[in-house]
């Protein structure tokens, strides 16, 4: 029997649960996970089952679990000083040294650091950011946000918007009509398989062109973008594709914001993927791997360009009227400094990069022969495997079927998880910075034997 059977009673009848089906759980078709503990890359449910998180909790437990450096700062600050508000110049020593840490790490044009608390109004205020700028410049026309189809920026009404996957829009009356979509640079689902990468990514380019053209650069005022697409399927670009969206947005005078909130402090094995991609951003996007998600904190980096017309609103129409009650909350601050200095010290950002391409080629080894494996791509410690129903004539499943849901439960039930990406059969990987080698081949094991299991 269970323990804590109560526990599973209460959730079913009190808790609301992030992108679930209601009314299965509600009804206990799906199970209760209840998680108690956690160590290094593995967590530990109330059964005392022991699990590989091959998806670090959401893309977010860089460091691992049980990492006393970091429990340790939250605690004393706590203690010291649980909670003061940044309002009109206010902050505490954690909130300062980690916005000091943040800007060592960025750019180096990059110039004040925003804190919130989640990827999603830190996107919320980006976009509050890019339209007041475009005021104080006088160019109230020039407010479109473009986007992309797969791309994941947040669950508000603004960034559900952003967010180019269905299961964020439908019976939410989102997008909202501020921002609109341009084509994911998604090469394996490419239209035209005779396109070359080189092809493709002039295709992308040449879409965005012609999307700016249609709608008049004189209304968009931002273009949003994670450097890897994450929750829309974990696809790195096509080579050159940044080099060219980038050059399109400077002829437009469209400013660029970089989605880092997967990808910031070392997921691809550099401090941040805008420097693996040779990126310029006007503002950045900072959340999960800043405090391994110890305490929730997010980020928004303001560069030189965009702080100095800031300033100069507040000069003309005074203090600037964006604010959250939990800005640069102590607690979430110390766990950031914690968490970045320990990164550093035990030289995670290289073993990302490192075990990353180990896991990455570990399972193109295992699986790249499959007959329902169409495509095994990542970057650092990110990786994803693809399933078709015909490799060979690149059919897809029929999305009924549920396949990667199915893979990834027979993987928890052996002892690994990974994630059913949305709207596509994707399993995705995304494991702990302190991951190893051995533990790679664990995943990898794991993944070929569900594999095998569900489709033979």
């Not at 964020?168 to 005779?194: C, G, M, S, W």
């Not at 990786?383 to 129903?389: K, Q």
Request: proline share 4%; with cysteine; net charge negative.
């Amino acid at each position: 029997m269970l323990r804590n059977d109560q526990l599973a009673e209460w959730d079913r009848e009190n808790f609301f649960h992030a992108s679930t089906h209601l009314a299965q759980h509600a009804r206990g078709e799906t199970p209760s996970r209840i998680i108690t503990g956690g160590s290094g890359v593995y967590i530990e449910d109330r059964d005392g089952k022991r699990l590989l998180d091959a998806f670090a909790g959401l893309y977010c437990v860089n460091a691992g679990y049980g990492q006393s450096e970091i429990t340790d700062a939250i605690a004393d600050q706590a203690r010291e000083l649980a909670y003061y508000h940044a309002y009109a110049g206010h902050g505490t020593e954690a909130s300062i040294t980690l916005a000091k840490m943040v800007l060592d790490r960025a750019p180096s044009h990059m110039s004040k650091v925003y804190f919130g608390l989640s990827g999603s109004d830190a996107n919320e205020t980006n976009i509050k950011l890019v339209w007041y700028y475009n005021n104080i410049l006088n160019r109230p026309e020039k407010k479109k946000i473009i986007s992309r189809w797969r791309g994941y920026h947040g669950s508000g009404l603004m960034t559900g918007s952003l967010t180019g996957l269905d299961l964020f829009h439908k019976k939410f009356d989102l997008p909202l009509n501020q921002v609109i979509h341009t084509e994911a640079p998604y090469y394996f689902r490419r239209a035209d398989r005779t396109m070359s990468e080189a092809a493709f990514t002039a295709h992308c380019a040449a879409e965005l062109e012609a999307l700016i053209e249609r709608e008049g650069a004189d209304t968009i005022a931002a273009f949003i973008g994670e450097p890897v697409l994450g929750t829309g399927g974990i696809v790195p670009p096509p080579a050159g594709y940044w080099d060219a969206i980038q050059t399109v947005l400077r002829k437009h005078d469209i400013l660029l914001i970089v989605d880092e909130v997967i990808t910031g402090f070392g997921r691809l094995g550099t401090m941040f993927a805008s420097d693996h991609y040779g990126l310029q951003p006007d503002l950045m996007t900072i959340a999960k791997g800043l405090t391994s998600a110890y305490a929730p904190l997010s980020g928004s980096i303001v560069s030189d360009k965009m702080w100095k017309v800031l300033e100069k609103g507040t000069d003309e129409y005074g203090p600037i009227g964006h604010g959250w009650t939990y800005s640069a909350h102590p607690i979430g601050a110390a766990a950031g400094v914690a968490n970045l200095k320990l990164i550093d010290a035990l030289g995670l950002v290289a073993n990302a990069k490192n075990v990353g391409a180990y896991l990455l080629d570990a399972m193109r080894d295992a699986l790249g022969t499959h007959p329902n494996v169409g495509d095994i791509r990542g970057s650092g410690l990110l990786c994803a495997v693809e399933l078709v129903e015909d490799r060979e004539k690149h059919l897809l499943f029929d999305s009924s079927r549920k396949v990667n849901a199915l893979i990834v439960a027979e993987m928890q039930s052996n002892g690994v998880i990974a994630r059913a990406m949305p709207q596509a059969d994707i399993v995705g990987f995304a494991p702990p910075f302190c991951l190893s080698e051995d533990e790679a081949d664990v995943v990898v094991k794991a993944t070929q034997n569900a594999i095998r299991t569900v489709l033979g």
